[in-house]
């Protein structure tokens, strides 16, 4: 989403007709909103998704590449080299990688029927693990836990909420609005476990997800389970690059959101800025405003 915020902001100001914009995706489809994913399961689709109009990426000047992400930079020599050997040379790089879902160093996380909640891949993959069965767990209390919780009620699941705080939403709320979601929730349906650490995750004799265990006892059964506990900057690229990083990740830049490295700038999730890594989208936006300017 920044990434395509700053194609927009960079085109507005007219930057490609003094430079060529050459745009590097990992996913196959162009930039589309994440905030409203959760939206697919009422029926929206994929094209209702997808930001900005198509002609942004016909426009003279840009140039698109879809599957086939940047696995390497060099950022004395200015190069960035696609994992199908591309090699695209370039003055300034914008590094716009984003975050990954952050999931526990438990045991069985690989397992079979366990899935992240971050990509329109994921949610199909989940879609479809969850026909014909019944129940669902989601570790992580937070809005994109609650939004998948709720993403699992509507296939059908049973559904609890797994949360290693004392409340939901524990950043966000006091004790008294937590304690007001969580009757909302219940209202809804959906099972709310606070004060639980999950410990790891239970397979059957096929090696697929049965449950959750944890770390003070009373195992779940679970068919499928979710992990949304947070995220993590997507920094290997830059770290890769010998860019410095904060010590709790994202690739440090200054306030013209470049990095250590001269001509490389990073935005949006992948940033930390001031010792702080934003997970929101509206910070991400600003700082695309910013290197548009800066490099217009």
Same mark, same amino acid.
């Given at each position: 989403?920044?990434?395509?915020?700053?194609?927009?902001?960079?085109?507005?100001?007219?930057?490609?007709?003094?430079?060529?914009?050459?745009?590097?995706?990992?996913?196959?489809?162009?930039?589309?909103?994440?905030?409203?994913?959760?939206?697919?399961?009422?029926?929206?689709?994929?094209?209702?998704?997808?930001?900005?109009?198509?002609?942004?990426?016909?426009?003279?000047?840009?140039?698109?590449?879809?599957?086939?992400?940047?696995?390497?930079? &060099?950022? !004395?020599?200015?190069?960035? =080299?696609? @994992?199908? /050997?591309?090699?695209?040379?370039? $003055?300034?790089? *914008?590094? #716009?990688?984003?975050?990954?879902?952050?999931?526990?160093?438990?045991?069985?996380?690989?397992?079979?029927?366990?899935?992240?909640?971050?990509?329109?891949?994921?949610?199909?993959?989940i879609r479809a693990w969850a026909a014909g069965r019944r129940t669902g767990a989601v570790v992580g209390g937070g809005l994109l836990g609650l939004e998948a919780a709720n993403a699992l009620r509507l296939l059908g699941l049973q559904?609890?909420?797994?949360?290693?705080?004392?409340?939901?939403?524990?950043?966000?709320?006091?004790?008294?609005?937590?304690?007001?979601?969580?009757?909302?929730?219940?209202?809804?349906?959906?099972?709310?476990?606070?004060?639980?650490?999950?410990?790891?995750?239970?397979?059957?004799? &096929?090696? !697929?997800?049965?449950?959750? =265990?944890? @770390?003070? /006892?009373?195992?779940?059964?679970? $068919?499928?389970? *979710?992990? #949304?506990?947070?995220?993590?900057?997507?920094?290997?690229?830059?770290?890769?690059?010998?860019?410095?990083?904060?010590?709790?990740?994202?690739?440090?830049?200054?306030?013209?959101?470049?990095?250590?490295?001269?001509?490389?700038?990073?935005?949006?999730?992948?940033?930390?800025?001031?010792?702080?890594?934003?997970?929101?989208?509206?910070?991400?936006?600003?700082?695309?405003?910013?290197?548009?300017?800066?490099?217009?």
């Amino acid at each position: 989403m920044v990434g395509h915020r700053f194609v927009e902001a960079a085109v507005e100001r007219g930057l490609q007709r003094t430079h060529r914009l050459v745009v590097v995706g990992e996913e196959p489809r162009r930039a589309y909103d994440r905030v409203h994913l959760s939206s697919v399961f009422d029926g929206a689709t994929e094209d209702e998704l997808v930001l900005g109009e198509a002609d942004l990426y016909a426009t003279a000047g840009v140039e698109l590449v879809l599957g086939d992400p940047v696995v390497a930079l &060099d950022a !004395a020599r200015r190069t960035a =080299t696609t @994992a199908q /050997g591309r090699v695209v040379t370039f $003055d300034a790089c *914008v590094l #716009a990688t984003g975050s990954a879902p952050f999931v526990p160093p438990v045991g069985g996380a690989d397992a079979a029927g366990v899935f992240v909640y971050r990509t329109l891949e994921d949610l199909a993959a989940i879609r479809a693990w969850a026909a014909g069965r019944r129940t669902g767990a989601v570790v992580g209390g937070g809005l994109l836990g609650l939004e998948a919780a709720n993403a699992l009620r509507l296939l059908g699941l049973q559904t609890t909420v797994v949360e290693f705080a004392p409340r939901l939403m524990a950043v966000q709320l006091d004790e008294g609005g937590g304690r007001a979601l969580r009757r909302h929730v219940e209202a809804l349906g959906l099972d709310v476990r606070t004060g639980a650490a999950a410990a790891g995750v239970l397979t059957g004799p &096929d090696g !697929a997800v049965s449950g959750l =265990t944890f @770390a003070e /006892g009373e195992d779940l059964r679970a $068919d499928l389970v *979710v992990f #949304a506990a947070g995220i993590r900057p997507r920094d290997q690229l830059a770290r890769d690059a010998g860019l410095a990083t904060g010590e709790r990740g994202g690739v440090v830049v200054d306030d013209s959101c470049l990095t250590s490295a001269p001509g490389v700038y990073a935005i949006g999730e992948v940033a930390c800025h001031a010792g702080r890594v934003y997970g929101l989208v509206a910070p991400g936006y600003a700082m695309a405003a910013v290197v548009a300017d800066r490099l217009s």
